[in-house]
T-cell receptor, first 115, second 112 residues
Framework: DSGVTQTPKHLITATGQRVTLRCSPR?????VYWYQQSLDQGLQFLIQ???????AKGNILERFSAQQFPDLHSELNLSSLELGDSALYFC??????????????FGPGTRLLVL | QKEVEQDPGPLSVPEGAIVSLNCTYS??????FMWYRQYSRKGPELLMY????GNKEDGRFTAQVDKSSKYISLFIRDSQPSDSATYLC????????????FGQGTRLTINP
């Protein structure tokens, strides 16, 4: 168990809908990352938040948005869903790197199926 | 061309064999190299972490980084059926940059 929690575990919805995925980082971790994993694209970095502020953006669609709250939990919002958005969505967390170390700990993921 | 290339396999070997998993990359700015293991329907878990070039050993696992060749490897000695999983290499650039770039992952099966 990595200490990162994600809810829900599974989500089935229809095209055009909007969903919210939730992530709680490990205790003490200030950074939260979101990733999308699909069979054809592999694990793709979407976005990073550090202590409530957006820090880095990856291949995140405009239909997707995220935020990190004062209690450090994070939510990923996916709107106008398309069939191709079906994937595993992972959250990861890490401490602020000291001395250059970089390690991220992943949650169990949310499996999204868009029908 | 992808920044990180990894043979997706699948790779199937008998129990006890030495397994070699590899990744190549094109971005010379990468300095931090990781291997993650992902069991089916689970999140990736960090297996090995290496900074810059060199070797690192942890039990049956050895990670090697050759920055001059832009090539990293993970060796598993005395492989066990419990090692059956997908192995992902991941890399990151400058200190403080936390955007990991992952390889496609290699699916490994260890046959009893």
């Amino acid at each position: 168990d990595s200490g990162v929690t994600q809810t829900p575990k599974h989500l089935i919805t229809a095209t055009g809908q909007r969903v919210t995925l939730r992530c709680s980082p490990r205790s003490g971790d200030l950074s939260v990352y979101w990733y999308q994993q699909s069979l054809d694209q592999g694990l793709q970095f979407l976005i990073q938040y550090y202590n409530g502020e957006e820090r880095a953006k990856g291949n995140i669609l405009e239909r997707f948005s995220a935020q990190q709250f004062p209690d450090l939990h994070s939510e990923l919002n996916l709107s106008s869903l398309e069939l191709g958005d079906s994937a595993l969505y992972f959250c990861a967390s890490s401490v602020e790197p000291r001395g250059g170390e970089e390690t991220q700990y992943f949650g169990p993921g949310t499996r999204l199926l868009v029908l | 061309q992808k920044e990180v290339e990894q043979d997706p396999g699948p790779l199937s070997v008998p129990e006890g064999a030495i397994v070699s998993l590899n990744c190549t990359y094109s971005n010379s700015a990468f300095q931090y190299f990781m291997w993650y293991r992902q069991y089916s329907r689970k999140g990736p878990e960090l297996l090995m972490y290496t900074y810059s070039s060199g070797n690192k050993e942890d039990g049956r696992f050895t990670a090697q980084v050759d920055k001059s060749s832009k090539y990293i490897s993970l060796f598993i000695r005395d492989s066990q059926p419990s090692d059956s999983a997908t192995y992902l290499c991941a890399m990151s650039a400058l200190k403080g940059a936390q955007k990991l770039v992952f390889g496609q992952g290699t699916r490994l099966t260890i046959n009893p």
